[in-house]
């Protein structure tokens, strides 16, 4: 079995390849080849990779290579993991919003839309290089903002997953408070990407029992201090939403805290400055300590599941992941890309059943599943009037003088990475 990893050489790699050597059973890879045109970093990270595998006894092959079309030929799934414009990009992100008084992130908002009209481009023609090559492959996309960069995938006839690992931090959160085997832990997890709620915590499967009150009273303040939200909020919801919530349900706070503290963006560079010092390190062959606060606990654990699983191996039945609403929520278009649990197997990912959704919660899902539309056109087809429709739209946004601020802001600031600009 052969994957690719496109961004091969990020420094999120190394906790992918732990998961490889681990779980090899359950995905037995015979040959990773990881993709990148930073030749440094690649050497660095590959040869970290290949300790791994060594000292975990797989005897898969690794490669590196900056040749895409080399890379993903013959492979049986492509993984993508990129961030176009780099950390410096992200920087830019989390930074020139909060002039306009809102928030500054990188997967939402007015920085999110940045990084969509960025990535979405580079994904399809990366995406239409592995259908040339290799037509049966599945992309498995772990590239911000996911949901978008999915469903931009899907339209254009691809056969895609996106995945994310806040899901699978609740489960392994959850499973933990419970006392349970993550497997026996079944989420009635519900949205979209990075705008989600645990609606029920199972144990057994769908039709187990829903262990979230018990949780909730007895550890309702760690929950909600993990989150940034007050415990009182989550007695009133009765759901446990992911930390991205935050940014919609404290807006004003988070603005004001992030104009008082340097930059997540800042302190990823920091790390991945010192995490690439360890790496080139040849006495290191494991992941480092360090790598667990960058970012994307779990992933590999997830990314090996859903491969497995895509490929006809043994995967969970059972997994979150992104796709096609297909009225799997009636308020939505059939083609608005969820996140949800879903059934996977060699045919894709097809939504299970879902209860009605709140009011509430649903029309946050519809407001940010319009704005998700309005993005992906800006992003397909550029201009500014259309990027200024999607800022308008967003609920972080919504007001005309804002969006107009954002939008020649976000042209500014973005305009090497687009071509109509």
Request: charged share 20%; with cysteine.
């Given at each position: ?158 056969k895609a997953v996106g ?140 990314a090996v599941d859903l ?115």
């Open positions: 079995m052969k994957l690719a990893v496109v961004g091969g050489g990020s420094t999120y790699t190394p906790e992918l390849i732990d998961g490889f050597a681990r779980l090899r059973d359950t995905l037995p890879v015979t040959e990773l080849v990881l993709v990148d045109p930073a030749a440094e970093r690649l050497e660095l990270v590959g040869g970290l990779a290949r300790r791994i595998f060594a000292k975990q006894g797989h005897d898969g092959r690794i490669v590196t290579t900056a040749d895409l079309d080399a890379g993903v030929a013959d492979a049986d799934a492509v993984l993508l993991q990129l961030r176009v414009g780099g950390q410096a990009a992200r920087q830019q992100d989390e930074s020139w919003p909060l002039e306009c008084g809102c928030v500054g992130q990188e997967t939402t908002g007015a920085g999110g839309l940045a990084k969509a009209l960025r990535t979405v481009p580079v994904v399809l023609d990366i995406a239409e290089r592995v259908r040339r090559t290799n037509p049966n492959a599945w992309i498995i996309d772990f590239t911000n903002p996911v949901g978008i960069v999915t469903r931009a995938l899907l339209r254009a006839g691809h995945l994310c690992n806040v899901a699978i931090g609740f489960q392994r959160k959850f499973a933990k408070l419970l006392d349970a085997a993550p497997s026996e832990v079944h989420l009635d997890h519900i949205g979209l990407n990075h705008l989600t709620w645990e609606r029920a915590v199972r144990i057994g499967g769908p039709e187990g029992e829903d262990r979230l009150p018990g949780l909730l009273a007895e550890h309702g303040d760690a929950i909600a201090a993990d989150l940034h939200l007050p415990r009182p909020l989550l007695d009133r919801l009765g759901v446990v939403p992911s930390y991205y919530l935050r940014y919609f349900y404290a807006h004003d706070e988070v603005v004001r805290e992030l104009g008082t503290k340097p930059s997540r963006a800042a302190e990823v560079a920091a790390m991945e400055r010192e995490l690439l010092e360890m790496y080139g390190d040849p006495a290191l062959d494991e992941k480092p300590a360090l790598l667990a606060r960058r970012g994307g606990a779990f992933y590999s654990e997830a491969a497995a699983s895509l490929l006809g191996g043994g995967g969970s039945a059972h997994q979150v992941v992104n796709t096609y609403n297909n009225g799997t929520l009636p308020f939505l278009p059939d083609d608005a890309v969820i996140e949800t649990q879903a059934a996977v197997g060699a045919h894709g990912a097809a939504p299970l059943p879902v209860a009605p959704v709140d009011p509430l919660y649903a029309g946050l899902i519809a407001h940010v599943t319009a704005y998700e539309d309005l993005a992906l056109q800006a992003a397909l087809h550029g201009g500014r009037e259309r990027v200024f429709k999607a800022l308008l739209a967003h609920p972080l946004v919504g007001q005309y003088d804002s969006a107009e601020g954002l939008t020649d802001r976000l042209i500014a600031h973005n305009r090497e990475h687009l071509a109509w600009a």
